[in-house]
């Protein structure tokens, strides 16, 4: 399956990693200039919080449903835009977004708590973003493929792919294995991270 080859084509990993990080390093930048101006106001990882978390007793349930929902919404929506000639440019933004939140977050992380804020960082992630990571780069990137070979001046896709019904039976089957993994995603955020979570915590 040719769709399969482009999903692991090294330029577009490569094309990931630098938007990624160049995502991460604005992040920084921004919060070091901007991010201690608002951070009382927006209270992002205040004390109060954090207490507040710690005391308090999860409804695993409702949060599973919550969870599931909040993930599941951008997947759809990377899908949709994978049908379209704006698929690649939409997979671009997205990870440079992601990037930039990630530094923006562990920069104001560590200006609150020094190192101990980047172990909250990686504990508040951790087990769901094994999931939620790949799924996310999966079905980007197949949707950069599918766009690609639907509008792209190169090549057809009925001689490669044998019309587009096949290629988008192909996709839908992406689609639904992102979703699959990231039902399980959702599971490790309501039930385990929680858990996990509060451990940490507890040296704040």
Avoid at 34 to 51: K, N
Avoid at 167 to 177: A, K, P, W
Wanted: with cysteine; aromatic share 16%.
């Amino acid at each position: 399956m040719n769709l399969f080859h482009a999903i692991k084509e090294p330029s577009l990993q490569r094309k990931w990693l630098f938007l990624f990080f160049g995502g991460v390093c604005f992040g920084v930048l921004f919060a070091n200039l901007m991010g201690g101006r608002y951070m009382e106001q927006i209270q992002l990882l205040s004390d109060y919080l954090l207490q507040k978390y710690k005391g308090s007793d999860i409804q695993s349930g409702d949060l599973f449903w919550y969870c599931l929902r909040v993930r599941i919404l951008p997947l759809c929506y990377m899908w949709i835009f994978g049908l379209t000639m704006f698929g690649r440019f939409v997979g671009y933004g997205y990870v440079t977004w992601y990037g930039f939140s990630v530094g923006a977050l562990l920069s104001i992380a560590t200006m609150r708590f020094g190192a101990k804020g980047i172990l909250l960082c990686i504990t508040g992630v951790l087990p769901q973003y094994l999931f939620y990571i790949p799924a996310l780069l999966i079905l980007l990137t197949a949707g950069s493929a599918v766009s690609d070979r639907l509008y792209g001046k190169n090549g057809s896709t009925q001689h490669v792919y044998g019309g587009r019904r096949r290629l988008i039976g192909i996709y839908i089957v992406v689609f639904m294995v992102t979703v699959m993994v990231c039902i399980i995603g959702a599971v490790c955020e309501s039930y385990v991270n929680p858990f996990i979570l509060k451990k940490i915590l507890k040296i704040f």
